[in-house]
């Protein structure tokens, strides 16, 4: 089977996680099927184009390692891939059709188009166009022509038709062509619209597989229409559910969080990370496989098995998955892959130690923050919670000889801070439990932090000492 799919992102703005989702989607089916994957630009909506917009999408699909065969960039035999570059080709298509009676030339002001929908309105009948200039005279469209009224290209959409395509996704799906607009082809400034061009360059490029989200799944009988209008043959369609928000309310979109691709690296969520959670998202297998890397998901991938049904786009379980792939890092993958999420006043001499310490709780890089702080900064707890299960001239004397054990260490590693801290517990027998999580407050304050020892030995000796020392002055006044 040849397979040629594609993506054919608008430079609109940042990229959506969903649009990156589908981009994966297309990419690792032309893989499977040792097909092409090629990126396209539609670029013919110039009101909602952002500057630097075409750039943007490709750094972030690179960003993703979503790597394209034919596009910008990388060209290939099918260029131009920027669909502002190929408006020639749109109009010629377009001329086709009208001079096969497949598609008419409309002279209709802007002010006569909204009077109609105007009316529409209040008589509460569809919006739609009424057909004016689909039956003009071969005379009165030669004198509007002589006269350069200004014009647009419409289809001539057949009354009374079953619209028919298969989804893979969703099966077949019928529409009754009554319904459908004589949707506008070429607008009167020379560009196509987005169903005019989508539907030339998917055929001009060979593309045998359209896969892109649901929302487009309303403009698929206009496609179909048109396909037929041209005698091409109609690709192979399934359209992707849209994410829900993680709240499970309502399609992912900003109000909710942000939504970009990009904004998932700035928060310090690897990309092979994403691209897995994205992987199992919303794809019924028979397995339970939750990690899986781009060649078992290549090997397996069928638009068929992809759920028709929305999907929440579950944070939790991406960062489960991202705290799995950075605990995968070598140890200086991570250090570099992290430096960026340092804070400014991050013993960086002591990077190595720390990230051995708080890196099995790392779910995003981001997260070094927040687990690291308490080993350079100051700390503050709730003093009660050294008191728990004791009292305070107990503490107190805990805390005294704990300085005076640790003071006296030379060779200040774990190894010497255990034996002196154990030899200190068993001899005056004081309650482990107790005693070990009122030296972790005292020492970090936190109840929950790596392996006390190696703790301690990072946070450093002059440190160390200064806590213990404030930890007695907490429960004295108390
Ligand atoms: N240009 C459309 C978009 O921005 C492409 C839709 C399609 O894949 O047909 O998503």
Not at 25 to 45: M, V
Request: positive net charge.
């Amino acid at each position: 089977m040849k397979v040629r799919t594609r993506m054919a992102p608008s430079p609109t703005g940042e990229m959506h996680i969903g649009s990156l989702s589908i981009s994966l989607k297309n990419y690792a089916f032309a893989k499977r099927h040792n097909g092409q994957f090629i990126l396209r630009i539609e670029d013919t909506d110039k009101v909602r184009e952002v500057g630097g917009g075409v750039e943007e999408i490709q750094k972030i699909l690179k960003a993703y390692s979503i790597d394209w065969d034919e596009g910008p960039g990388v060209g290939g035999s099918y260029g131009p891939y920027i669909q502002s570059k190929r408006l020639n080709i749109y109009q010629k298509a377009a001329e086709e059709l009208v001079a096969n009676g497949k598609a008419y030339y409309c002279f209709c002001s802007k002010e006569r188009l909204e009077q109609i929908k105007e009316e529409q309105k209040i008589s509460k009948s569809p919006s739609k166009y009424d057909e004016h200039c689909r039956n003009l005279s071969p005379e009165e469209i030669n004198k509007k022509l002589a006269q350069k009224v200004e014009k647009v290209i419409r289809l001539k959409v057949p009354s009374g038709k079953d619209v028919k395509f298969n989804d893979l996704i969703r099966g077949e799906i019928v529409v009754k062509s009554d319904i459908v607009n004589d949707q506008v082809l070429m607008k009167s400034d020379g560009y196509p619209t987005y169903h005019l061009a989508v539907v030339v360059d998917d055929h001009m490029m060979d593309i045998t597989h359209i896969m892109r989200g649901e929302e487009w799944i309303s403009s698929t009988p206009k496609h179909i229409l048109l396909y037929e209008a041209f005698g091409w043959e109609i690709p192979v369609y399934a359209h992707i559910p849209v994410y829900l928000n993680p709240d499970g309310k309502g399609k992912m979109s900003k109000r909710k969080g942000t939504v970009s691709a990009q904004s998932f690296l700035d928060r310090g969520y690897l990309p092979d990370a994403l691209l897995n959670f994205m992987m199992i998202l919303g794809w019924s297998r028979d397995d339970e496989v939750e990690i899986m890397n781009m060649k078992d998901y290549i090997e397996r991938f069928d638009p068929k098995d992809v759920s028709p049904k929305s999907v929440v786009f579950d944070i939790k379980k991406l960062d489960w998955i991202n705290g799995i792939y950075i605990r995968k890092l070598a140890l200086p993958e991570l250090e570099k892959k992290i430096e960026k999420f340092l804070p400014n006043d991050f013993p960086i001499d002591k990077l190595e130690k720390i990230l051995n310490l708080i890196r099995e709780r790392l779910e995003k890089l981001s997260d070094v923050e927040q687990l690291s702080s308490f080993f350079y900064r100051e700390i503050q707890f709730d003093s009660t919670l050294l008191l728990k299960k004791s009292n305070s001239s107990d503490v107190t004397a805990q805390l005294t000889k704990t300085i005076e054990a640790l003071k006296i260490i030379e060779e200040w590693n774990t190894a010497s801070i255990e034996i002196k801290i154990r030899t200190l517990q068993e001899s005056l027998d004081w309650k482990k439990g107790q005693y070990f999580m009122m030296l972790r407050i005292a020492v970090t304050g936190k109840k929950a932090t790596p392996p006390l020892f190696e703790t301690i030995e990072v946070i450093g000796k002059e440190l160390v000492l200064k806590r213990l020392k404030n930890g007695i002055q907490l429960v004295n006044n108390y």
